[in-house]
């Protein structure tokens, strides 16, 4: 069965300490994998595509890779303002359907 | 502001009841997509349509069904409403080409099933 897991569930960090996010996968074939940013009582907001094992793509504190089992979203000295829940999800290239993790929700700390 | 719209925001009704979500996806988008979160579920791929076509399906339930008008909106019914149907409802959008893997979420219709 397609399945994406995220962890940890959650997240406390001072301002400043990095940290990496978890998202394992298991599917039949992997078309792309998402990373979103979602806060309180809105839509998620894209942050980036990965397609092949070896790929990273970043944007200002952030960072995202990917192995052939689960992709890493690093955050580098993050601030109060990176809080928010990070999801992951996977397309599959059996069906195209699209998978979400639960999330992770990272707070930082002043 | 994504460039997705969504309406209503806020939409209570009961049991056995009908209704109608709408969205707009972003100017010169052809793809739309469904998704439903709740808390103890997540966020769930419904439904995709590309220019009018059903393009992909995910756990969408048979009381539920959606379709993508010609000027390129889309609507999702959901019928004979459970509670358990009270969720946030999003619909996200993607450009063609290269670029349509990257999906812009609207705001959300948030459904109370009492």
């Known amino acids: 069965e397609d399945q994406v897991t995220q962890s940890p569930e959650a997240l406390r960090l001072q301002e400043g300490e990095s940290s990496s996010l978890n998202c394992s996968y298991t599917v039949s074939g992997l078309r792309g994998l998402f990373w979103y940013r979602q806060d309180p009582g809105k839509g998620p907001e894209f942050l980036f595509t990965l397609y092949s094992a070896g790929e990273e793509k970043e944007k200002e504190r952030l960072k995202a890779t990917l192995t052939k089992k689960e992709s890493f979203l690093h955050i580098t000295a993050p601030k109060p303002e990176d809080s928010a829940t990070y999801l992951c999800a996977v397309r599959t290239n059996r069906d195209d359907k699209i998978i979400f993790g639960k999330g992770t929700r990272l707070h930082i700390l002043p | 502001d994504s460039g997705v719209t969504q309406t209503p925001k806020h939409l209570i009704t009961a049991t056995g009841q009908r209704v109608t979500l709408r969205c707009s996806p972003r100017?010169?988008?052809?793809?739309v997509y469904w998704y439903q979160q709740s808390l103890d579920q997540g966020l769930q791929f419904l439904i995709q349509?590309?220019?009018?076509?059903?393009?992909a399906k995910g756990n969408i339930l048979e009381r539920f069904s959606a379709q993508q008008f010609p000027d390129l909106h889309s609507e999702l019914n959901l019928s004979s409403l459970e509670l358990g149907d009270s969720a946030l409802y999003f619909c996200?959008?993607?450009?063609?080409?290269?670029?349509?893997?990257?999906?812009?979420f609207g705001p959300g219709t948030r459904l109370l099933v009492l």
């Open positions: 100017s010169g988008d052809l793809s």
């Open positions: 349509y590309y220019n009018g076509e059903e393009r």
């Open positions: 996200a959008s993607s450009p063609p080409g290269t670029t349509q893997e990257t999906q812009y």
